[in-house]
C-alpha cells in the first residue's frame, strides 16, 4: 500500500513569502460587461486556479486574455451568468479573491491510481479507472451497496472505452468516512475484481492518497494517466466530426502555439488548461473567445523546462491529448434526471434497472442535498445507440414516473454536429481573426512585445 503527502521545501516557503508581500489583486467591472482583472505573482497552476474558481461558481467565461511571461501574470476575464447575464452580486469579486490565488499552496497528486481512497472530513472518497462495459457502474455500486458503504456523491465519466470516476462514501450505519484500514482494502480488492473483468489489465495499481482534491480536475488527471487519449489504430474513421486543434511552433519567439476550434460548452476552457497545466505546460500569453456558438482558444505554451515542443510525437500527443479532454464531458446519450428522497441501495438499484433493460452509463453526476438524492445518468443502448422511446419508457415505469425524468441535455447535442473548420493546410483561420485583438490588447498593457 502506498502513500502520498505532499513535501514542503525550501522553494515552498519563499513562494509563500512572495505571496504574502504581493497579495494577488483582483479589479472588477459590472457596468457593461463583467471585467475580471487579476494580477498576481506568477506561480506554477495561477492560471487554472483562477479557471478553477469561476467555473465552479458557475460563470460562463465569455472572452479571457491571459499573460504570465516572467515572474508576475494578468489575465483579464470577461464573465456572464449561465443564462448569459452580466453579474450583478457584490460579493463575487470578494468570493474570487478568496477561493483563488491565496496563500495556500496548489496540491498536484500522484497520476498514477487505479483505485485509490481518499480519507476526507465528511465521506471518503474512492477513485476507479477500468475498460467501460455495459453494466460496470452497475457492479460497482452493487458491492459498494453489499460493503454497506452508503453513496453520498460520485462523478462518473466515459471516454474511448475507458471510464473514471470518483465515488465519495460513508458508512451506512453512522454516516461517518470510513477510515478502518481493513474494510477500505476489501473495498478496493473487490472494486478492482469488478474493474479488471477478464479484460482489462490496465487497472491493477492501488494507493492511499492523503489530501484532497477537485473532482472533474482528478478526472482529467484520471483519465490522462489511463490513456484515453490513445488513438487505437483503424478506429479514426468511426468519428468523424471532433474538436479542430492545431499545435505548431512560433520559431522566432521560443512558443509553441496551440488553438483550439469547436462548438462552446461550459467549463471548455477549464478542460484545456487543466490538460495543458497536468501535462506540464506553461502558458504564458492566450486568448479565448466564446461569445457564439463557437469556440476558439489560442495559448502561446513551452513546457515547464523552458522549451516549446521539438518533435512530432510530441505534437500529436498535444492533440490527442485536448481533444481527449473536449470530448470527455460531452458524453453521448439521452440525459436521465432522478430525484427523490435518499436511501441505501438507491443506486445499486436505479443502476440494476437500467442494465436489465440494456441501458449503458456514459456519463453521471450524483449528488445528495439533505435527505433528497439529485442524481443524473446519460445513457445509450449496450451499442452506443440511442435508446429506444418505449425503453425509456419501461425504465421510468419501472423506477417511478414521478421521480425520473428525461432532459435533453445540450451539451450532448454538441458531440453530433460539424465541427469548426480550420485554414487550408492545417493553418489558423480562425487565429488570423482573432490574434491581432488579443495582441493588441495584451500590448497596450505593455505587457508584451508586438509579435509582428
Known sequence: MEYWAPSVTAGDEFEKLVLRMNPPRLVSDFSASTIF???SVNKRGSLLEVVQVLVDMN????????????EWFMDVFHVTDRNGNKLTQDDVAERIQEQSLGQRALTFRSQRSSVGVLPTVEHTAIELTGRDRPGLLSEIFAVLSDLKCNVVAAEVWTHNSRMASVVYITDEATGSPINDSFRLDKVKQLLLYVLKGDMDKRSANTTVSLGSTHTERRLHQLMYADRDYDVEYGSEGTEPRKPAVTVENCVD???TVVTVSCLDRPKLIFDTVCTLTDMEYV???GTVIAESSEAYQEYYIRHRDGYPISSEAERQRVINCLEAAIKRRASEGIRLELCCDDRAGLLSDVTRIFRENGLMVTRAEVATRGSQ???AFYVTDSSGKPVKSET????????GMAILHVNEDSNTKHLNQGEVEVGAAGKFSLGNLFRSQSEKFLYSLGLIRSYS
Do not use: C, P, T
Open 373 to 375: 438524492a439529485v442524481n
Open 392 to 399: 425509456i419508457e419501461a425504465v421510468r415505469n419501472e423506477i
Open 59 to 70: 460563470l460562463i467565461i465569455r472572452r479571457a486574455y491571459i499573460s504570465s511571461d516572467g
Open 253 to 255: 519567439k521560443g512558443y
Open 283 to 285: 502558458v504564458y500569453h
Open 37 to 39: 482583472q487579476v494580477d
